[in-house]
Every structure is written in C-alpha cells, then in structure tokens.
C-alpha cells in the first residue's frame, strides 16, 4: 500500500481510502453486514486507513455498519471520516443532535477527520446561519472531532471562496480524468493544496462509469496501447500522479472489486505515468467527450428555470446515461440527488432562448424523462 501525508495535520494515509456509500446489498436492498464487515476489516489488514462513512448513506445505516467493522481493535488502525448534513438540520439544536448521534451511531468519542457535507451556495448561507462552524470549533476543543474539513460540489470560484473563509485542514472534492474541469477541478485540486490542505478524492472512477462498461471505441484506445492495464488502473494512475491528491476514496460493492484495487494501490509505480500514458488518457477521455449527444457547457443561462429545474444536471445524466453505457449509477443519481426531474419540464422554452448552444433543452427533458421513468 501506497501512503501519503496530510501536510497541515501531519496525519498519514494510504493513498486508497475506503468509502461506504457503496456496500454490498442483500437481495432486499438492505446492507449484507457479513460481507461489508468482512470487507472493510481486510482493507484494513492490507493498509487502507482512511474510512469514509456519512449520515445518510445507506439510509442511514452505514454509520452502524461501520462501527462494527471498526469493533476488536479495528477503530485504532484508521482515521474515521464522518459528515455534517446541514441541509437536514432543522435549527441549531438539530444540527448538534444529527451530531451526537453520529458518535453514538459510530460507538466512537472522536471522529478524526469530520467534513462538513456537500458544500455549495445554498448549503455554505445554511452553515453560517446556524453557527456550523462555531460549533465544531467547540467540538474540536473537546475532543470530539479532530480535523475539520468539506467535501465539496458547485463551481472552482465558490471553491476557492469556501477555502479562503475558513481555516480548513482538508477538503473533498470530486475528480477524475473526465471532470478535470468539473466542479472544482484540477485547478481547485492545486489551489487547495498551495493553501496546505490535504485534499481527497472522489469518483476517482466516476461512480464506476470508467469501468463498468467500456464503449467499443474506448475498448480499442485501450486494446491498442502497448501495456496493458484495467481502465480502473489508468483512471488511478492519473491521479495518483499529481502529488496534490492526499488520498482516494473508492465505494466498493464486492470483494473483487477490493482485491482488484489493493493489487492495484500496491504496485510501487502507481504515481508515474509516461507522456505516451498521458497521451492515451487525454485519447480517451476526448473519444468520451466526442460520444456526448448534447455538449452542455454548464454555463447556466438557461437559469433559473420557472419549473425549478436544474437544466444543466439533467442534461448531464442523460449525457452519461448514453455516453457510459446505460450505467446504473448514472440512473441512481439522477433518481436520488435531484430535487426535480426531467418529467417536470412544461416546455415553456425560456431555456431555449437564452441557451448559448442553441440546445434543444425541451427535447432533451423529453428523452430524460423516457429513459429515467422519471
């Protein structure tokens, strides 16, 4: 196992941490403990010290999964990674309650690396509304929480702007070779760290679509290349070269999925890649920008939408839907992490006038609405 150091905390982590967004599921939908326990304790035994859990993960039950897993001496071995939701605090007084229970969930007194969940615009105004982070001050001079931290979605300038309010000590933020510009990117990957924090990532593999199901055309950059590596591998490697990436999060589903990872993170040369490795990578993520139906900037003026809608996501998930192979995550994010769906629109049109690309955005809410069910 490769290992890396949070500069600012001079805490060190193995470059593949293990999230648990994504555990393995019985036939009725609800965590197989067996096998997650399982899992985690052998990530564990073979190096991984960063585990990354949330309140809502698993409907909630991920929290108590976990704290098994870290029961007969495992909890001494990691850095456990625990989130605020602020979005379901009610009021100050709910918020410390949501916290509370977090310990209690997780059977810890401490949680060592504590984030402040899913910043963006609206959630940022929430956590200065409600004294946020006065109050982890105070839970950190308890002893309570030891570094804090956000993990992050919206754009590279509100990015820099959460930075730059807060003497964080880590971040998280969403990154691999198909986002480099997405959210906060490369750019905010390097701009973290020249401000010292420790930054982790995640969907290194996109929520599996780098993996699950490769197009014929991506097959064949792949195929043709003169060393042979599984697109998992490609899309690690190319992170873990940029020395600015603390550590990598990756929700795995099954046990091969982590056996297929730890040979992966074992491989001493996992930080260096060739410039013809580069060059393949940069083949591959342009042949999958190529196979997008509708290139939305992500500009937003097409907003705000009379319907509520957020235009550019949806567009983006129908995107992926196509470009990815029908990925199942695509449809699981699209169904669980929007307010509002496609089967919304009323084809008013203001999008359409205002667009930039001259996209057919009612056309595209009709085809999303068809393949989500939704």
């Known amino acids: 196992m490769q290992y890396r150091t949070f500069k600012k905390i001079n805490e060190k982590t193995s470059l593949l941490g293990m999230g648990t967004m994504r555990l393995p599921l019985q036939d009725d939908g609800t965590i197989d403990e067996a096998q997650a326990v399982g899992m985690i304790r052998k990530a564990i035994d073979s190096g991984v010290n960063y585990i990354d859990t949330a309140y809502m993960y698993h409907d909630g039950k991920s929290e108590l999964v976990t704290a098994k897993a870290l029961k007969d001496g495992y909890r001494e071995k990691v850095l456990l990674a625990d989130k ?8 100050e007084e709910s918020m410390k309650k949501i916290f509370y229970k977090q310990l209690e969930k997780l059977e810890t007194d401490c949680i060592d690396m504590y984030l402040v969940h899913n910043v963006n615009k609206g959630g940022w105004k929430r956590c200065k509304k409600l004294n946020l982070m006065a109050f982890l001050d105070e839970m950190k001079s308890q002893g309570r929480i030891k570094h804090i931290g956000f993990s992050f979605h919206d754009t590279l300038d509100f990015f820099k702007e959460v930075i ?6 880590f971040c998280q933020i969403q990154l691999n070779y198909m986002d480099k510009k997405h959210q906060a990117g490369v750019e905010g990957l390097k701009y973290a760290a020249s401000k010292g924090l420790g930054v982790i990532i995640m969907e290194p593999l996109k929520g599996g679509r780098l993996t699950d199901r490769i197009p014929p055309s991506i097959r064949k950059h792949l195929d043709d290349f003169d060393v042979r590596r599984s697109p998992a591998e490609w899309a690690f490697k190319w992170l873990a070269a940029m020395p600015e990436v603390t550590t990598m999060l990756s929700g795995m589903s099954t046990m091969e999925q982590l056996d297929a990872n730890l040979e992966i993170f074992s491989d001493e040369n996992i930080s260096t890649l060739t410039d013809s490795e580069r060059a393949l990578i940069d083949k591959v993520s ?4 190529r196979l997008i139906p509708y290139s939305c900037t992500g500009c937003q003026y097409c907003m705000p939408c009379p319907q509520k809608l957020e235009i550019q996501k949806v567009i ?7 470009v990815y192979e029908h990925n199942p995550s695509t449809k699981m994010e699209y169904m669980n992490w929007l307010g509002k769906h496609a089967s919304d629109c009323v084809g008013c049109g203001a999008c359409e006038e205002k667009c930039p690309q001259s996209l057919p955005v009612i056309e595209v809410m009709k085809a999303s609405a068809e393949v989500f069910g939704k």
């Open 286 to 289: 342009d042949e999958y920008n």
């Open 316 to 322: 983006g998930y129908y995107n992926d839907w196509n």
């Open 164 to 169: 730059d309010e807060y003497p964080w000590e």
């Open 84 to 91: 605020m939701p602020i979005w379901l605090a009610r009021d």
